[in-house]
C-alpha cells in the first residue's frame, strides 16, 4: 500500500531507502542530528538541536526537545510538547496539549487538539480530530505486530504507533492501537478503536465495519 507523497517531507531520503516506513522511525533520531546542518539560513537553532524556520509561529508556552526540526509556516498551539526525535513539515498544526514524540509529520499535517502521536508517521494533509491518540505499546509487552490484508508483519519494535496516510481523517476520541496503518484519503468515525488496516479510500466504522469509499 502506498501511504505517502515524499515530495511533502523533509524526511523524504530517510523514508525513500528502500525500507518498510516504520522501520524510519528506530534512524529518526539520527537522521535528524545529520539534517539539521543542511537545513539553511532560513532556520534558527532556538536550543541545542532544536530548528524551527523563521515562518513557524510557536506558543510562548510550547516545549520543545531536541532533536526537532519544525518547517516553515507551521505552528505550535498553546501546551504544544515536542519529546523529541520529531521532524514537523510546512504548514503543520500540532495544537492545544498535544504530545508528538519519535515522529514525522508531513507538510499541512493538523492535529488541533488533546492528543498523543507517538512513534508514528502522519502524512500531508492528515488530520486528528480532538482527542485522536496513537497508542504505541502492547499491553503484553510483546513487538508490535502489523496487521495487513496480505500478511502479518512481526516488526521486532516495541514501541510502535500508526501509519496514517495522506488525507486520512481521525475522528475525535477515536484511537490507533500499535501497528496500525490507515490508507490515503480513508476516514476513521469517532470513538472507534483500530487494530488492523485500514484500506485506502475507506470508513472504519465505530463497530470495526470496514467499507469502501467510491466517491473519494
Given at each position: 500500500m502506498?501511504?505517502?507523497?515524499?515530495?511533502?517531507?523533509?524526511a523524504a531520503e530517510l523514508l525513500n531507502d528502500g525500507s518498510i516506513p516504520y522501520e524510519a522511525l528506530a534512524r529518526l533520531d539520527d537522521f535528524i542530528r545529520s539534517k539539521?546542518?543542511?537545513?539553511?539560513?532560513?532556520?534558527?537553532?532556538v536550543s541545542p538541536l532544536v530548528y524551527i524556520h523563521k515562518?513557524?509561529?510557536?506558543?510562548s508556552n510550547a516545549v520543545i526537545l531536541p532533536p526537532a526540526i519544525i518547517g516553515a509556516g507551521s505552528e505550535l498551539r498553546t501546551?504544544?510538547?515536542?519529546?523529541?526525535?520529531?521532524?514537523?513539515?510546512?504548514n503543520a498544526v500540532v495544537g492545544n496539549s498535544v504530545e508528538v514524540k519519535n515522529s514525522i509529520l508531513f507538510d499541512e499535517a493538523e492535529v488541533p487538539h488533546l492528543s498523543y502521536i507517538?512513534?508514528?508517521?502522519l502524512g500531508y494533509r492528515a488530520h486528528f480530530g480532538a482527542g485522536a491518540m496513537t497508542s504505541n505499546v502492547r499491553s503484553d509487552k510483546a513487538p508490535v505486530i502489523i496487521h495487513l490484508s496480505?500478511?502479518?508483519?512481526?516488526?521486532g519494535m516495541m514501541k510502535l504507533g500508526a501509519l496514517v496516510g495522506d488525507y486520512a481523517e481521525i475522528g475525535c476520541n477515536a484511537v490507533l492501537n500499535p501497528g496500525t496503518v490507515i490508507g490515503r484519503y480513508s476516514r476513521v468515525y469517532p470513538l472507534s478503536s483500530v487494530r488492523k488496516e485500514v484500506p485506502e479510500r475507506c470508513i472504519h466504522k465505530q463497530d470495526g465495519t470496514i467499507v469502501k469509499e467510491e466517491s473519494r
Open positions: 502506498e501511504l505517502f507523497s515524499l515530495e511533502h517531507t523533509a539539521i546542518h543542511s537545513l539553511g539560513d532560513e532556520y534558527i537553532e515562518s513557524a509561529k510557536i506558543s501546551g504544544a510538547f515536542i519529546r523529541g526525535s520529531v521532524i514537523i513539515g510546512k507517538g512513534d508514528s508517521i496480505e500478511e502479518n508483519i512481526n516488526t
